[in-house]
């Protein structure tokens, strides 16, 4: 089912649905920086590859 409220386009995660949502209820939101300063420093952890 479709989480309106986390839009996402990540086409390749096997959460993500054809309508540019994710179809996790809740989402872990990371980073890989010590100090992260832009947009590309943030990550989603909850991310796993589609197969
Ligand atoms: S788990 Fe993260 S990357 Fe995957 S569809 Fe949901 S928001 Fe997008």
Sequence with gaps: MN???ILCDVNN???HSNENY???SV???GTH???PKQCE???C???VKAI
């Design 13 to 15: 995660c096997q959460y």
């Design 3 to 5: 989480n309106k409220c």
């Design 27 to 29: 989402v872990q939101i």
């Design 22 to 24: 994710c179809t996790l």
């Design 45 to 47: 952890e909850s991310f």
């Design 33 to 35: 920086e010590s100090d």
């Design 41 to 43: 420093c943030v990550d």
